[in-house]
């Protein structure tokens, strides 16, 4: 409690540094089990990586967006174990597991480098880079912030047996249709990594930017924050074609809809979890749909919490330690950090509205 009562009056203390620009915290917010530490200039995105074979020894991977900024690795105390650095710009972040690579299986983190117009290659978890300086993304656009990559989200499918690695990149700016790309990242014969265009989809209203991207692997999804308009749905395969499935949250947020994430309760259900950034809050949708329709999310709660302003999140079911037992989410505050919380704590508050 103590350690709480510390947080909230930092935080009241920010916003008064701010002269109350910021959205107040919420008395009855959630309060993070950890802050991390901070990073030089500016927090963005977080991701996930789930050691497989020590589960404690898990990382958080975030990036700090400004130029000269890079990407951070955190233990679940928040502390700082691996970085690189003095990149242009890195934006948002996600994880992909056993990519196959020079005669090997990795982990890697895949980040946008947006004034470099290019995607970064990080393996896991040394954070060492394996893309040869950079692949160039919106190659073609002659527009400067058609060309400026920001949201990514990582997608697996199926070729022929085989699994086929997908990178779903967002941008500053972009046309009313296809303003996503969705890239085939694969390792050449010569042993180095490329990308190859797959397709071009995804309605855009042109309000503020497509940031937050969010695949749901096992339903084949993708979601994206539509940010000052709503969340949109398409199919995550190309295959399936580039039709507009769902847009919904158009109505809940106070402004801005920013990060967004995936909670797998079971192999079907679960929530999508959205950050209301104005709200200093997260939006609740389930999963799963309705029961007669499965592109039907209709907003279940709004739940408070410490993050200030938060841009990106991400969430994992799985226990890491004893201080996640059901999972955490982890979610990007203002102040050059990061937020852990303790998912049962969330799950508490779904069941309550649910009543």
């Known amino acids: 409690m103590k350690n709480k009562a510390i947080y909230f009056l930092f935080s009241l203390a920010l916003l008064t540094s701010c002269k109350d620009k910021l959205a107040p915290v919420s008395p009855d917010a959630i309060q993070p089990v950890i802050v991390t530490e901070q990073t030089v200039f500016d927090t963005d995105d977080p991701a996930i990586?789930?050691?497989?074979?020590?589960?404690?020894?898990?990382?958080?991977?975030?990036?700090?967006?400004?130029?000269?900024?890079?990407?951070?690795?955190?233990d679940l105390q928040g502390k700082i174990v691996?970085?690189?650095?003095?990149?242009?710009?890195?934006?948002?972040v996600d994880i992909a597991y056993d990519f196959p690579y020079q005669n090997q299986k990795i982990d890697v983190a895949i980040v946008t480098e947006r004034n470099a117009n290019a995607i970064r290659i990080f393996k896991l978890p040394e954070l060492t880079p394996i893309d040869g300086g950079g692949l160039k993304v919106f190659e073609g656009e002659t527009t400067e912030e058609y060309n400026e990559p920001m949201g990514i989200?990582?997608?697996?499918?199926?070729?022929g047996g085989a699994t086929v690695f997908y990178a779903i990149v967002g941008r500053k700016n972009g046309p009313a249709e296809g303003y996503l790309w969705q890239y085939r990242y694969q390792t050449n014969a010569a042993g180095k990594?490329?990308?190859?265009?797959?397709?071009?989809?995804?309605?855009y209203s042109g309000k503020k930017e497509i940031e937050a991207i969010a695949v749901d692997q096992e339903l084949g999804y993708v979601y994206y924050s539509d940010?000052?308009?709503?969340?949109?749905?398409?199919y995550a395969d190309p295959a399936k074609g580039n039709q507009e499935l769902a847009f919904f949250a158009q109505t809940d947020a106070k402004r801005d809809h920013e990060g967004i994430a995936i909670y797998k309760k079971e192999a079907t259900t679960g929530y999508i979890v959205v950050?209301?950034?104005?709200d200093n809050s997260i939006l609740i949708y389930p999963r799963e749909g309705a029961s007669d329709n499965p592109h039907e999310h209709?907003?279940?709660?709004?739940?408070?919490v410490a993050a200030i302003e938060c841009d990106g999140l991400e969430i994992t079911a799985q226990g890491l330690d004893p201080k996640f037992p059901k999972g955490m989410l982890v979610m990007m505050s203002n102040g050059k950090v990061f937020h852990y919380y303790d998912w049962a704590m969330i799950q508490e508050k779904i069941e309550e509205a649910k009543k």
């Open 49 to 74: 990586w789930i050691n497989k074979q020590e589960q404690a020894k898990s990382l958080i991977i975030g990036t700090d967006k400004e130029n000269g900024g890079g990407l951070y690795a955190y």
């Open 193 to 203: 990594v490329e990308l190859q265009l797959s397709r071009k989809f995804g309605a």
């Open 82 to 92: 691996h970085q690189y650095v003095d990149m242009a710009r890195p934006n948002n």
């Open 227 to 234: 940010e000052g308009a709503g969340v949109r749905k398409y």
């Open 275 to 278: 950050s209301n950034q104005q």
């Open 298 to 304: 209709q907003l279940i709660t709004t739940i408070p």
């Open 153 to 159: 989200a990582l997608y697996e499918g199926k070729e």
